[in-house]
């Protein structure tokens, strides 16, 4: 499962762009929601600060 490090994030919005499961909102912080995820990776490839991982 993929996770945000809060402390990376800069709320960029990227990763919501690019999820196709609509599973990533973002307020202060990305913000992943564990049951839409497919653990595609689209968003670990796309975040420009690092700031998700596996």
């Known amino acids: 499962m993929v996770k945000v490090i809060e402390a990376e994030?800069?709320?960029c919005g990227a990763?919501?762009?690019v999820c196709p499961q609509d599973a990533?909102?973002?307020d202060?912080?990305?913000v992943i929601d564990k049951d839409k995820c497919v653990d595609?990776?689209?968003c670990i490839d796309e975040c420009p600060?690092?700031?998700i991982v596996e």
Do not use: P, Y
């Open 49 to 51: 600060s690092d700031a």
């Open 15 to 17: 990763c919501v762009d």
């Open 40 to 42: 595609c990776g689209a």
């Open 28 to 30: 202060d912080v990305a």
């Open 24 to 26: 990533i909102t973002v």
């Open 9 to 11: 994030c800069v709320a």
